[in-house]
């Protein structure tokens, strides 16, 4: 683990109680996020759950039917609203921080953890997770192996700004990663 540097923009930002999951895609922010939600007791919020849910439709419909502005303009206002919560676990889309509006709120509203991983690894924990058909659409017109490449550059940077700690899940399970995680933000492991 790592302490990235804050966001010049933000990083003066007053702290809220939330603990915010950020990473590319297939970096575990769901399946970690809900876990880590069970043992800090508190709410599990996940963006990207909540806009699908709302709109009726998955992300690859919103993506194919709306775009991806009207996709990003309906994560801005959910991270505007859940943001305004204290002491939820939340988790964001891959995208997220692409916004300096949702870097700000998210920054201001807790700690921001990066959960990282290889490019190796990411492509294949999205292989093999059955959810990505629905919530994954491509993004750029490249062929998904440039893409995720130019991608993941493009994001790194944008992570390692605004996020407070880096968690490198590089081998690592769920509960590893919770624990690690849970480790940096002073909590005792989990007892089974
Ligand atoms: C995106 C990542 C996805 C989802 C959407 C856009 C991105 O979330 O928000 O497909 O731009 O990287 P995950 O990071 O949970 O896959």
Same mark, same amino acid.
């Given at each position: 683990m790592s302490r990235a540097a804050a966001d010049p923009a933000t990083r003066d930002a007053p702290r809220g109680t939330n603990?915010?999951?950020i990473g590319f895609r297939g970096a575990g922010k769901t399946s970690v996020g809900r876990r880590l939600a069970e043992l800090l007791n508190r709410p599990f919020i996940d963006t990207d759950e909540i806009i *699908? $849910? &709302?709109?009726?439709?998955?992300?690859?419909?919103i993506f194919a039917?709306?775009?991806?502005a009207a996709f990003r303009a309906a994560e801005t206002d959910v991270i505007a609203r859940v943001t305004a919560g204290e002491?939820?676990?939340i988790s964001v889309g891959g995208g997220a921080v692409l916004s300096r509006e949702n870097r700000a709120r998210l920054r201001a509203c807790g700690r921001c953890i990066w959960l990282s991983a290889s490019e190796e690894t990411l492509r294949r924990r999205i292989a093999a997770d059955s959810g990505s058909a629905d919530s994954r659409p491509p993004l750029i017109a490249?062929?998904? *192996? $440039? &893409?995720?490449?130019?991608?993941?550059?493009?994001?790194?940077?944008f992570y390692g700004t605004l996020a407070e700690i880096q968690v490198n899940t590089e081998g690592l399970?769920?509960?590893?990663i919770v624990?690690?995680?849970?480790?940096?933000?002073?909590i005792p492991p989990r007892r089974e």
């Open positions: 603990v915010v999951l *699908a $849910r &709302e709109a009726g439709r998955t992300i690859r419909d039917q709306s775009g991806e002491r939820q676990v490249l062929d998904p *192996a $440039r &893409e995720f490449s130019v991608l993941l550059a493009q994001r790194e940077a399970s769920v509960e590893d624990n690690a995680v849970g480790s940096v933000l002073s």
